[in-house]
């Protein structure tokens, strides 16, 4: 079965960096496309970042642009999230997402909380 495990998060000064990482497995991970969202309290769930399989195109919504960096290791399963320059309006619970035969999976998602 398709499990993401999500790991990396915690509490940072605003300024601060973090690298978030998320474990895939029971799908082909290198021939799928992968995201970040995230969810701060009282909020929707948001796209922050997405890559695609193969050449590993990225796209981030504006906000993070020049400050987040998605990457993926296809030989570890493994898609990243470098976040530098870090904002306390970045508050909020990360979550993987991958879209695999039709439906939608979603990790348990991991804490970032930017406060001095």
């Known amino acids: 079965q398709v499990q993401l495990v999500e790991s990396g998060g915690g509490l940072v000064q605003p300024g601060g960096s973090l690298r978030l990482s998320c474990a895939a497995s029971?799908?082909?991970?290198?021939?799928?496309?992968m995201r970040w969202y995230r969810q701060a309290p009282g909020k929707e769930r948001e796209l922050v970042a997405f890559i695609t399989s193969g050449v590993g195109s990225t796209n981030y919504r504006d906000s993070v642009k020049g400050r987040f960096t998605i990457s993926r290791d296809n030989a570890k399963n493994t898609v990243y999230l470098q976040m530098n320059s870090l904002k306390p309006e970045d508050t909020a619970v990360y979550y993987c997402?991958?879209?695999?035969?039709?439906?939608?999976?979603w990790g348990q998602g991991t804490q970032v909380t930017v406060s001095s």
């Open positions: 997402n991958v879209q695999w035969l039709r439906a939608d999976y």
């Open positions: 029971g799908f082909t991970f290198s021939s799928v496309g």
